[in-house]
């Protein structure tokens, strides 16, 4: 039998605090049976909560903290703020002192990277990290980075991502040979994006270890599944998925208001009703709920912070998954088996200035 | 009575060729009888296909040309084969010499932009062209440029987009005054995107003439309608557009295989029929077919290449719309009317450096 899986909770982040999160950590715990939880933040609070679940009880144990990072904390006030004594920081610290395998939080994103930074930094030959989304795709699911750890990326961090990207994928879409593609316009530019055009030529004409590079891909193709591995810079990453987002979300509103407005179209929603659910359950975003940050020395994964208790206990299962089939190591072994990394400039100095 | 609007069309553009170009235009013609048109391209098969369409015949004179832009020409291509002699080229130079008062095209867009911009040339007091999108969201409609004219933008180029995608939205989607917003991530970053912060301290703190500026916005308050403009740089703007395209293609996709999967969801389905295809109306992207050149000493509009004869039909009356609204003159008076243009750097020999 394999050793547990440790996963440390941040439990005071996200919207709608301690109760929403311990609920999510129980839905993931009975699915999860040989994982175990820390749950950071307030003691009295969480053992009140916890005395509904005398199943999480049994497999958790609460490390009190005294500071919440807030949601619109900015990462240099909740590094000041929350260093050493928040829920967040002694979460990523548990990640760090090898008493968790993976930190999970609601909190705020930017401050949870910058902790994260700070106090996992960087994997050796990897620049900085990013964060990946899990897409819901025509195909299945397609992995998307970076979502927003950083804006702008040189065309050595679009390869370092397309390495974590591959791994990811076949840590947790179960893909042998992900195929990959650089996120870029169809349209033909005077002035193109450089890096990516670099990116790209590297890709197909040097070739890197375990990245099978498909080409670039249109905003479109995210959704068509095209790829399994879209890889683009953090900017036009973040917007790609959150106009995706608003895009379900207004498609959503159009097809409640047409399905309400006559008697014929309400007669034939509820006959088509298990059709509806089974659509619903599709475009339901909880069911991706998880942004997980790679290229550090641990894993992070970062839930949206207005989820519930279901998109929390996602977020839990990506962090279970990414342990239990050795995320890390197989990014590092990609890594360690790329010959030309350094000559593509990876500086050490470089990816310690991240941090 | 006005004068008549004159349309100048590249009936060679496109993927379905002049059969689907004409259908269109026969379809726009209906809607507006004080329109008349010139038809660039192969003069006996315009003929050919004008006999069909009577009307149309009436109000449209063919000018013959031999050379097609090809849809997958580079710019350079295009310019140095359908320079001065392609149906593409001929278009634009329709509206130089004041034979017609917009272009419209379904060739591609990046040789259409580089004709365009070598034969109108930029308005004075404006840096470089940008592509403007209608797009549909719960609140109605909004504008959103640049959907990929040229990557990247500095912030004195986003407060030109301001102007320009407020006089767009004055103009077409008939509202006094319009709201602008920043494209942005929410993710707090220690390195952000400083020309767009830039940009949003100018139209917040100097304020800009004619722009009603809300503050950054995110991808999902595109679909939301947050704002009535949305101003980005081309490669997200382009990503963002193409995205939402996919992700509406896949959820129309999900919804069809749910209709099908029972006999009770088929019945359902022919019941809401009427709603269902409301729905569809809604999400038709021939609706809002049509991408408009702003930043031109005239009008020009990119239909999207795969349309059909009612999407052409869509951008030929967006540029009467352009027109006939006077889209050119209240961009003028809006760059005219702001006192500070030049200290923000738009320096003529830039301007020039573009065409």
Chains 1, 2 share one sequence.
Do not use: C
């Amino acid at each position: 039998m394999s050793a547990p899986v440790r996963i440390a909770i941040d439990a005071m982040g996200g919207d709608h605090g301690p109760d929403t999160i311990l609920a999510g950590v129980e839905i993931a715990r009975v699915r999860h049976p040989d994982a175990q939880f820390v749950l950071f933040g307030d003691e009295p609070r969480i053992t009140a909560i916890l005395g509904r679940y005398p199943g999480l009880a049994a497999a958790a144990r609460i490390v009190h903290t005294e500071v919440v990072v807030g949601m619109d904390d900015k990462p240099s006030q909740a590094l000041r703020r929350g260093r050493y004594r928040s829920s967040m920081w002694r979460a990523i610290d548990a990640v760090k002192v090898h008493e968790a395998d993976a930190a999970v939080s609601a909190g705020n994103t930017g401050a949870l990277m910058a902790m994260a930074k700070v106090n996992l930094r960087t994997m050796p030959g990897i620049g900085r990290p990013a964060i990946a989304a899990i897409w819901p795709t025509l195909r299945g699911e397609s992995i998307v980075l970076d979502v927003g750890a950083s804006i702008g990326a040189t065309a050595q961090s679009l390869i370092e991502m397309a390495i974590m990207g591959s791994a990811m994928a076949r840590t947790i879409l179960d893909i042998e040979h992900p195929t990959v593609g650089l996120l870029n316009v169809g349209v033909e530019e005077i002035k193109g994006v450089e890096e990516v055009k670099e990116a790209g030529r590297i890709l197909r004409e040097e070739g890197v270890p375990d990245v099978h590079y498909h080409g670039f891909v249109e905003g479109n193709d995210i959704g068509a599944g095209t790829v399994d591995v879209v890889v683009t810079e953090g900017f036009s990453g973040n917007i790609a998925l959150k106009t995706a987002e608003g895009t379900a979300k207004q498609l959503a509103s159009y097809l409640r208001a047409a399905m309400g407005r006559s008697w014929r179209a309400r007669i034939g929603y509820l006959l088509a009703r298990d059709a509806f659910s089974v659509l619903r359950e599709k475009m339901d975003p909880r069911r991706s709920n998880g942004g997980v940050f790679l290229g550090l020395n641990g894993v992070v994964i970062k839930s949206h912070g207005g989820t519930d208790a279901e998109g929390f206990a996602a977020a839990v299962d990506l962090g279970y998954d990414m342990v239990r089939h050795h995320l890390l190591q197989r990014i590092e072994n990609s890594i360690v088996s790329r010959p030309a990394a350094a000559a593509h400039g990876v500086e050490p100095a470089e990816a310690e200035g991240q941090s």
